[in-house]
């Protein structure tokens, strides 16, 4: 159980700070080229390799993402173990609360009481799924 609710908190955690990468990469692209409509699919498909190239340079997002990636790895890992009726949920409660926390204290404009009601419903629901 431990190990789903380390997951969830390190996805949550890699979401909040991927999310900041993600605005610094659209400040990067307003600047750069855009496909001509008359583009041919070449031209395109360049210009989207590169825009992509563009955000994984961007260290704000790359680390957060490869530790992201570690943490997918460990949950296959914990698959073989666990029931799927149980990580599955415990997993994705965690992310989204640790998701809505980070973004908090990283400084996103979120509405408080909305966000600590949500995450205290789904600290309930966990319990829940646990005690079961």
Not at 42 to 71: H, V
Not at 76 to 89: E, G
Request: charged share 10%.
């Amino acid at each position: 159980m431990e190990k789903m609710i380390a997951v969830g908190v390190v996805w949550g955690a890699t979401n909040a700070m991927m999310h900041r990468g993600a605005l610094l990469w659209e400040e990067a692209l307003k600047s750069s080229a855009k496909p001509h409509p008359h583009s041919t699919l070449a031209q395109k498909f360049l210009i989207s390799l590169g825009n992509w190239m563009k955000l994984l340079s961007i260290w704000q997002y790359s680390i957060p993402f490869l530790i992201n990636l570690s943490a997918s790895a460990t949950f296959f890992y914990i698959l073989s173990d666990a029931p799927l009726s149980l990580a599955v949920p415990v997993t994705n409660a965690t992310t989204f609360a640790a998701t809505a926390i980070f973004a908090i204290l990283l400084g996103e404009h979120t509405h408080l009481p909305r966000a600590f009601f949500g995450t205290a419903l789904i600290v309930l629901g966990l319990c829940l799924c646990i005690n079961s």
